[in-house]
């Protein structure tokens, strides 16, 4: 039982911190696709609310409202967590299986199509949203997050990395 426990706990650590080396085990081929899976479904149910969010959009001009743009933004602070949580984990769902696909075959490929859906998404939401109430500006750290994080690790890593081999000569 320990042996599992410990098992897992390695497998959770490496998915984590994804620190591998060429005579290091890397995750165990079921346990990518497991996530590989979990990561798909979370980026279609974000895109999917991202696109209809809930409450619909309205239907035509009246009032204080516009046609086309969603009924949910008329509650302007639950919208935006709305907005910066569903958004937070559409890109940390597309981050994490570039990162399972990576140095795959058709790695291109996945990647096109995932700028293409990233632009989609950034598009519908942004056409859905009104003009003077949606704060952009934190939607689109959120949708940064996972890249800036990805890329100050590796960054970091790699200095560290580096700072190491000049010590040993």
Same mark, same amino acid.
Do not use: D, G, P, W
């Given at each position: 039982m320990t042996d599992i426990i410990s098992r897992i706990g390695k497998c959770i650590k490496q998915w984590f911190i994804q620190d591998f080396d060429q005579n290091s085990d890397e995750l165990d081929a079921s346990f990518k696709n497991n996530m590989l899976v979990v990561a798909t479904l979370i980026v279609a149910v974000t895109f999917q609310t991202g696109i209809n969010p809930p409450g619909g959009a309205w239907q035509e001009t009246k009032d204080e409202h516009e046609a086309g743009k969603a009924i949910f933004a008329s509650r302007k602070i639950p919208f935006? /967590?709305? *907005?910066? +949580?569903?958004?937070?984990?559409?890109?940390?769902?597309?981050? /994490?299986? *570039?990162? +399972?696909?990576?140095?795959?075959?058709?790695?291109?490929?996945?990647?096109?199509?995932?700028?293409?859906?990233?632009?989609?998404?950034d598009t519908a939401v942004w056409s859905l949203s009104p003009e003077k109430d949606v704060k952009f500006r934190y939607v689109c750290l959120a949708a940064l997050f996972p890249y800036l994080w990805r890329l100050s690790y590796q960054t970091f890593k790699t200095f560290k990395c580096s700072s190491r081999q000049s010590s040993t000569k």
């Open positions: 935006h /967590i709305f *907005l910066i +949580l569903n958004t937070l984990a559409f890109s940390m769902s597309t981050q /994490i299986i *570039l990162s +399972l696909v990576y140095h795959r075959k058709l790695y291109f490929e996945v990647v096109v199509a995932t700028v293409s859906m990233v632009a989609t998404y």
